[in-house]
């Protein structure tokens, strides 16, 4: 199997869509166990039990990226509320009200896949709702424009643009990526940019897009656990992904969740 280059093979993009159908199905399965009294700990114990079960690995389990002193710690980002991405499990309890971001990935056949979702916990207040709702349309219309000659930054536009329609903002210091043969591969995708800059895209790629999405300020702060990122303001923030295949015509999602 090669490692290199940006482009995946046939045999290649059939271990990342089977790939990607049991990370959806996990992914589903996390957001309907997602109840007020249930502990973020609990969650992440159970993405590790669906993975191994499936005979996969938990991607993100003892994952290092550049720079950071310590392995991250569980199998399953949980971000609650002001929390941005890369939340850790643990004894918090989530409650009536809050907002919860799941992110994770498998390494299935040797292959990655990484998705992500923001749920809420049973009801939300208005503004919460309409957060979720802008960042999965942001989603939905960078998906839209990642086709084969369009380039990374005719995504991050196409992002931007919907998230600031509504009155949100977008953060800039995190964005998608390559993926595959590793968890984060080039090119690296920001939620802005400009209309017709950047790499071109080819079929055969496979990204994941990930708009991140701020209620009030974009700045953020890195909390002393190395991980977890939370907004400066304490407003919410919200979080979709899906792992991506480039055509010459509308792209393919591998994540796709089945269930609504
Ligand atoms: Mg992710
Ligand atoms: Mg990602």
Known sequence: MPKQGMVKTEKEIAILREGGKRLAWILCALRDAIKPGITTGELDALAEKLMRDGGDEPAFLNYTPEGVPVPFPGSLCISVNDEIVHGIGGARVLKEGDIVGIDTG??????????????????????????????????????????????VGDIGYAIEKHVKEHGFVVVEELGGHGVGYKQHEDPHISNYGDKGKGLKLKAGMVLALEPIVNEGTRYIKLMPDHYTYVTRDHKRSAHFEHTILVTEGEAEVLTKRLSQ
């Open 106 to 151: 498998i390494k299935h056949k040797g292959l990655y896949t990484d998705s992500a979702l923001t749920v809420p916990v049973g009801n939300i207040d208005e503004n919460a709702k309409k957060l979720i709702s802008a960042t999965e349309g942001a989603l939905t219309a960078g998906i839209a424009v990642a086709r084969a000659g369009n380039t």
